[in-house]
């Protein structure tokens, strides 16, 4: 519900921006460059465009997946803890609660191709994005959709962010883009891929997906990376850097 309340917000306020802006700027030179403002002799925010559409910014979708995950692991299946048991653990940042911690951060986590975290990181997925999407097209956009990029925002949101039941602990980063939490994938780069083509990339706008290999590793492997990277691609994959 919190986070179907916040898709509405988001959409609503990429609509009031668009009316404030075309309130108070002509946006002239951009009207001239775009497609169907000439022709219907409007500028770009005041309907000249044929579509009109926008994004907003998500953070942290795999820590709450991984989250979710351990929650259901450790809370629900082995019942090893309660969900108020939990909650103190987060609030004291897991001090006292090291064993607690230390069973999260062995929960298995998204990024290994271990299809049961895949499904709840692409449930987490679809439930924001879906509603992105319905909220924005509801309050007269064409289009609405996510950008997971994160780049450093990751790390600047993380520091405001406190503790979480995928093991991390208050203020450290989340997780970039839909790539894993840093250290989370154990399982090589193709598992790691097969985790990230399971997203339905039509559902965003962009993403930013990362991904980093040791010089020596990179030469001498060059002709399987690229059969990786080709595979990826062909099972549905939306961006690779």
Known sequence: KLIVYYADRCAQGQVDSYTLMN??????????????CIERGKALLDGGVKYLGGCCETFGNINCSDSLYALKKLVFDEKKYTLREVNNALLADFKGYEKMQQEM?????YGNDI??????????????SHNIRRLGIEKGLHYYGI???NNQGNTSWGKKTWASPDGRNATVFLNPSNNPQGGADKSGP????????K??????????????FQKNFFKENIEKIGMLFKTYFKKGGCQLM
């Open 23 to 36: 309130e108070e700027v002509s946006f002239l030179f951009p009207s001239i460059l775009t497609n169907c």
């Open 105 to 109: 951060k062995d929960c298995e986590k």
């Open 115 to 128: 299809d049961e975290v895949d499904k709840i990181a692409n449930d987490v997925f679809e439930l924001i």
């Open 147 to 149: 950008v997971i990029i």
């Open 190 to 197: 193709t598992a790691m891929l097969n985790s990230l083509a």
């Open 199 to 212: 997203f339905d990339a039509k559902w965003q706008v962009g993403q930013v997906q990362n991904i980093k």
